[in-house]
């Protein structure tokens, strides 16, 4: 070989080395690029998906609100927050009162009212989900619910008896009768147990870490919406009764 094809030779290797060199630092730099990208968009991308389950939780409020309005125009009187025996013991909920408004007039027909929820005789509706009372917010067992109602002396529903919407007087757009909670505090749906107004309002007040801060809530006209942690206390306590006569703050619609 000649001197001069051997420096040829050494020359195109460093040409190359210089080229490979280059083009590595490229990748690497497009790697950076391309995981800084990604850290930025992953917020992004689950804040979308956060709004589209609530507003698939909002779907299921609205279903549920559209049955208690068709209850209501039935039977004219809402539901109660749970029906009782001659003994005063409790059988079942408004959820399972809402059945027939709701899709679901068969597998209501087959529960025996007259017996508790939890009866051998109605054991087979146990195994039953009805979708509109599962949240896409949470990760409730099969069969349980978050949705519950506000449940008081005080509250559009009341326990044992119904009560006419003549009776909230504060404004069916201003009192709130269901509302989410916390997966630890789900009750599978044809329990007979619901929230009282502190559990509401610490539901909507809490700051403890959970998927979003505030929750998911239905008033008795129909209207679904979000109360943020940051909801004025007064109003929160406002929305919970029919007839309190407070003033308060009411929600964007």
Request: proline fraction near 6%.
């Amino acid at each position: 070989m000649s001197i001069a094809s051997s420096e040829h030779s050494q020359g195109s290797g460093n040409t190359w080395a210089i080229v490979a060199g280059i083009l590595g630092v490229m990748f690497l730099v497009m790697l950076v690029c391309g995981g800084v990208l990604a850290m930025l968009l992953i917020p992004a991308v689950q804040s979308a998906r956060t709004a589209a389950r609530r507003m698939s939780s909002y779907n299921n409020v609205r279903i549920m609100s559209l049955a208690l309005l068709n209850y209501e125009s039935t039977y004219r009187a809402l539901p109660p927050a749970y029906t009782v025996d001659a003994e005063g013991n409790r059988l079942h909920n408004w959820r399972t009162l809402l059945l027939p408004f709701m899709d679901s007039s068969g597998l209501a027909q087959k529960i025996d009212m007259s017996k508790p929820w939890n009866h051998p005789d109605n054991a087979f509706a146990l195994d039953y989900n009805v979708p509109a009372f599962r949240s896409p917010l949470g990760n409730t067992k099969p069969g349980y619910t978050s949705y519950l109602a506000v449940v008081d002396a005080s509250t559009a529903l009341i326990g044992g008896q119904s009560t006419k919407l003549q009776e909230i007087t504060d404004g069916t757009s201003n009192t709130i009768w269901i509302y989410e909670t916390s997966d630890s505090k789900a009750v599978h749906w044809m329990e007979p147990t619901d929230g009282s107004i502190q559990d509401f309002q610490h539901e909507v007040t809490s700051t403890l870490p959970k998927p979003v801060s505030g929750t998911v809530c239905g008033f008795v006209d129909g209207l679904a919406t979000f109360l943020p942690s940051s909801t004025n206390p007064g109003d929160v306590q406002g929305f919970s009764t029919r007839d309190g006569g407070e003033l308060v703050t009411a929600p964007a619609r």
